[in-house]
T-cell receptor, first 114, second 110 residues
Framework: KAGVTQTPRYLIKTRGQQVTLSCSPISGHRSVSWYQQTPGQGLQFLFEYFSETQRNKGNFPGRFSGRQFSNSRSEMNVSTLELGDSALYLC?????????????FGPGTRLLVL | QKEVEQNSGPLSVPEGAIASLNCTYSDRGSQSFFWYRQYSGKSPELIMSIYSNGDKEDGRFTAQLNKASQYVSLLIRDSQPSDSATYLCAVNQAGTALIFGKGTTLSVSS
């Protein structure tokens, strides 16, 4: 089975721009979770989608948003980028919702905001 | 605020020794517990999951859970240089998000 894929793998943007990241889960997985990883804060939960519905949301500003499509692929968008948004963005898929089921991570998208 | 605490390390052990990684969590209602390994520049990969009090063994890895003490640990026997990585503890309560600790960096010297 193919693993979780994320595109693009690397991205450079400037402050004020917006960015869209994409995640394709493992075939058959209906839950996709997004995380931001920085050296200082570690892995922080952004949001989770299950069957096109947002099930959980982390403590991030409204500039961070996401959606899930009927084929379970998910996108996250960050508007009005700030320098502090530079991070590794990881998505993880699982067969169930709420984090109880094992989550499998994609390779991540490394975002640099200049 | 649900929290998962880990010593940041680095934890240094010689090759062949047992490495012991510890994690405490604040939410007494937590039900699922995971250990992930993350190599530098890579994404986390699952090592173990544990749901009940006691020990769970998988090869050289043993996860231990004590819900009364809100404590979960990972033992790595016969540590190898290839085990050098950051180990992330993750905890969740049903229906909520998975909460990660900041990780413990393990260094195994040959």
């Amino acid at each position: 089975k193919a693993g979780v894929t994320q595109t693009p793998r690397y991205l450079i943007k400037t402050r004020g721009q917006q960015v869209t990241l994409s995640c394709s889960p493992i075939s058959g997985h209906r839950s996709v979770s997004w995380y931001q990883q920085t050296p200082g804060q570690g892995l922080q939960f952004l949001f989770e989608y299950f069957s096109e519905t947002q099930r959980n949301k982390g403590n991030f500003p409204g500039r961070f948003s996401g959606r899930q499509f009927s084929n379970s692929r998910s996108e996250m968008n960050v508007s009005t980028l700030e320098l502090g948004d530079s991070a590794l963005y990881l998505c993880a898929s699982s067969s169930g919702t709420g984090g109880a089921a094992t989550q499998y991570f994609g390779p991540g998208t490394r975002l640099l905001v200049l | 605020q649900k929290e998962v605490e880990q010593n940041s390390g680095p934890l240094s052990v010689p090759e062949g020794a047992i490495a012991s990684l510890n994690c405490t969590y604040s939410d007494r209602g937590s039900q699922s517990f995971f250990w992930y390994r993350q190599y530098s520049g890579k994404s986390p990969e699952l090592i173990m999951s544990i749901y009940s009090n006691g020990d769970k063994e998988d090869g050289r890895f043993t996860a231990q859970l004590n819900k009364a003490s809100q404590y979960v640990s990972l033992l790595i026997r016969d540590s190898q240089p290839s085990d050098s990585a950051t180990y992330l503890c993750a905890v969740n309560q049903a229906g909520t998000a998975l909460i990660f600790g900041k990780g413990t960096t393990l260094s195994v010297s040959s």
